[in-house]
Structures are given as structure tokens and as C-alpha cells.
């Protein structure tokens, strides 16, 4: 059964700062992997998918990482803002998607 | 559509009533998902649509929990005789392809049982 862990839970940096959130999954036999935020009280949004056969993803100050073997991801976010405050989700799709729990992120002013 | 789309936004019930959750998704999305999210929980798969087919109904919590999909378009996510516990956001998810593709969302059904 795919289990997916996002670390750490929660997290609190200063704004300006570059992060890496951390996604790990159990099956390795994955079609993608997919990030998304969701502010409170919201939907998800979708950041970066990368397919299995891909080992990275960027959009502007976002970068994703893949190391499907090792069934480990990385979201990467440069040059942290107070409006990337919000709850990060990584999701592995091998057949049914799963998702982990997620990581609040909070950047202080 | 240009989103995916779901309602209603809020239904408040009563115990032992039956509601109904609609999804449409973005128009020919072949792949439909449902998700259930309690307060300060994670997304529970409950399940998944390819076409008007689901291949996978594990997810859903007990035999009061059915869906179906026709056209290959609406979606409901019918809930009989709820019950407090299944107080939570339904999230309705479609994507192009089931394997490839990226998965898009709505704004999700908050459902408060009484």
C-alpha cells in the first residue's frame, strides 16, 4: 500500500529565504508526482508535475526534484514571500493518487 | 467549463438525512476524483472515474457512500443516512489523462452534518 510522508510538518522561515520541503513515498512503481499549495479554507492549486521518467520540474521560484528509485521528491522554493505562506501537498499517482499530509509553511514579514 | 466546478459550496444537514455532491469537471477531462478532507486532516482518497468506470471504489469509508459519473462528465458523490463523522470538505479533482496528467481541483463541497 503507497504511503507518502511530508517533512516537516510545519515550518517557519524569514521572508527572503530560500526552503526545501520534503515529500518520500513507499512504492517506487509511480506514473508522476505532483505538488500543490492550499491556502485555508481553499482548493488545491497546482504547482509542478513531474512524470515518472522526468527528474526535475521548475515555474519561477519553484523546483521540484524526482528520485523516483529512491522514492524521495523536493520542492525547492527560492527567495521565500509572506503569499507563499500556505500548506504544500505532494501526491504520487500509481493508479489511485495518494497524498501525504502536507507542510504548513508560514514566511515572517 | 474552464474549471472544475462543484456544489454545492455548503450543505448543513441533519443526522440520518441523505446529500447529494455534484462535480463537474473540466470539459473532456477523462479522469475524476474524489477526495474527502476533514478539518486539519489530509486528503482521504475515497474514489476514482476513468470514463464513466470506476476501477477502484476501496476508498469509500462504508456502504453508505456511492458515486457515479455519466457522459463521461457530471459526477455524484451521494452520501445515505449521514452521520456526524462525515462532516468534512469533498473535493472533486479531473485531469486529461489518469496517468499523465494533471490533476486539477475544485473548490470543494463543505458538508456539516448536525
Known amino acids: 500500500k503507497q504511503e507518502v510522508t511530508q517533512i516537516p510538518a510545519a515550518l517557519s522561515v524569514p521572508e527572503g529565504e530560500n526552503l526545501v520541503l520534503n515529500c518520500s513515498f513507499t512504492?517506487?512503481?509511480?506514473?508522476?508526482l505532483q505538488w500543490f499549495r492550499q491556502d485555508p479554507g481553499k482548493g488545491l492549486t497546482s504547482l509542478l508535475l513531474?512524470?515518472?521518467?522526468?527528474r526535475e520540474q521548475t515555474s519561477g521560484r519553484l523546483n521540484a526534484s524526482l528520485d523516483k528509485s529512491s522514492g524521495r521528491s523536493t520542492l525547492y522554493i527560492a527567495a521565500s514571500q509572506p503569499g507563499d505562506s500556505a500548506t504544500y501537498l505532494c501526491?504520487?499517482?500509481?493508479?489511485?493518487?495518494?497524498f501525504g499530509k502536507g507542510t504548513r509553511l508560514h514566511i515572517l514579514p | 467549463g474552464a474549471g472544475v466546478s462543484q456544489s454545492p459550496s455548503n450543505k448543513v444537514t441533519e443526522k440520518g438525512k441523505d446529500v447529494e455532491l455534484r462535480c463537474d469537471p473540466i470539459?473532456?477531462?477523462?479522469?475524476l476524483y474524489w477526495y474527502r478532507q476533514r478539518l486539519g486532516q489530509g486528503l482521504e482518497f475515497l474514489i476514482y472515474?476513468?470514463?464513466?468506470?470506476?476501477?477502484?471504489k476501496s476508498g469509500l469509508p462504508s456502504d453508505r457512500f456511492s458515486a457515479e459519473r455519466t457522459g463521461e462528465s457530471v459526477s455524484t458523490l451521494t452520501i445515505q443516512r449521514t452521520q456526524q463523522e462525515d462532516s468534512a470538505v469533498y473535493l472533486c479533482?479531473?485531469?486529461?489523462?489518469?496517468?499523465?496528467?494533471?490533476?486539477?481541483f475544485g473548490e470543494g463541497s463543505r458538508l456539516t452534518v448536525l
Open positions: 479533482a479531473s485531469s486529461s489523462h489518469g496517468q499523465t496528467g494533471e490533476l486539477f
Open positions: 512504492d517506487s512503481a509511480i506514473y508522476n
Open positions: 513531474i512524470q515518472s521518467s522526468q
Open positions: 501526491a504520487v499517482d500509481d493508479d489511485k493518487i495518494i
Open positions: 470539459s473532456g477531462h477523462t479522469a
Open positions: 472515474f476513468q470514463g464513466n468506470s470506476a476501477p477502484d
